[in-house]
T-cell receptor, first 111, second 115 residues
Framework: KQEVTQIPAALSVPEGENLVLNCSFT??????LQWFRQDPGKGLTSLLL?????REQTSGRLNASLDKSSGRSTLYIAASQPGDSATYLC??????????FGEGTQLTVNP | EAGVAQSPRYKIIEKRQSVAFWCNPI?????LYWYQQILGQGPKLLIQ????????DSQLPKDRFSAERLKGVDSTLKIQPAKLEDSAVYLC?????????????FGSGTRLTVV
């Protein structure tokens, strides 16, 4: 059974700081890994999708890496802004196509 | 491309009442998922459909929850009777058939409060 862990559970940083969110998973036989953003009371917005054959994906100030052998992924946010404040969720897609999520990291970027 | 549509956005009911949620996936997406997200936790899969067939309902509390996907398009999730612990956000997602390399697209969710 796939288990996904996200560290830290919460993070508060000053505006402009670069930061890293971590995701680890127990079953390395994944098809892909997807990072999402969730604003309070809202649904999930996809940020980056990394296939199992890829090492990283980039979109603007976001960079996600994947190391299947160690069961880890990181989401790097450069030059953080108050608008980046949200909960970030990591989801792993393994056998059966189910997406298994971690508990999320609640990010607060202070002006 | 239109996104995944869900309704209602919010619902407040008393325990032991029934409630239904509706989802319209992205056009052409054969796979549809219902997730339950309790406050402060990550989403957990309740049921997965491929076209109008159930692929995985192993975590669906079948004594009170039911779901259907008529004609392989829209889906409804029902709870009857509701319990206090059913208070959560119910998220619908869809993905394209044919490759497990496709990502998920989520709707805005329905926030259910059971009092």
């Amino acid at each position: 059974k796939q288990e996904v862990t996200q560290i830290p559970a919460a993070l508060s940083v000053p505006e402009g700081e670069n930061l890293v969110l971590n995701c680890s998973f127990t079953d390395s036989a994944i098809y892909n890994l997807q990072w999402f953003r969730q604003d309070p009371g809202k649904g999930l917005t996809s940020l980056l999708l990394i296939q199992s054959s890829q090492r990283e994906q980039t979109s603007g100030r976001l960079n996600a890496s994947l190391d299947k052998s160690s069961g880890r992924s990181t989401l790097y946010i450069a030059a953080s802004q108050p608008g980046d404040s949200a909960t970030y969720l990591c989801g792993c897609r393994a056998s059966g196509s189910r997406l298994t999520f971690g508990e999320g990291t609640q990010l607060t970027v202070n002006p | 491309e239109a996104g995944v549509a869900q309704s209602p956005r919010y619902k407040i009911i008393e325990k032991r009442q029934s409630v239904a949620f509706w989802c319209n996936p992205i056009s052409g997406h054969a796979t549809l998922y219902w997730y339950q997200q309790i406050l402060g936790q990550g989403p957990k899969l309740l049921i997965q459909f491929q076209n109008n067939g159930v692929v995985d309902d192993s975590q669906l509390p079948k004594d009170r929850f039911s779901a259907e996907r008529l004609k392989g398009v829209d889906s409804t999730l029902k709870i009857q009777p509701a319990k206090l612990e059913d208070s959560a956000v119910y998220l619908c997602a869809s993905s394209a058939l044919g490759s497990l390399n496709h990502g998920y697209t989520f709707g805005s969710g329905t926030r259910l409060t059971v009092v």
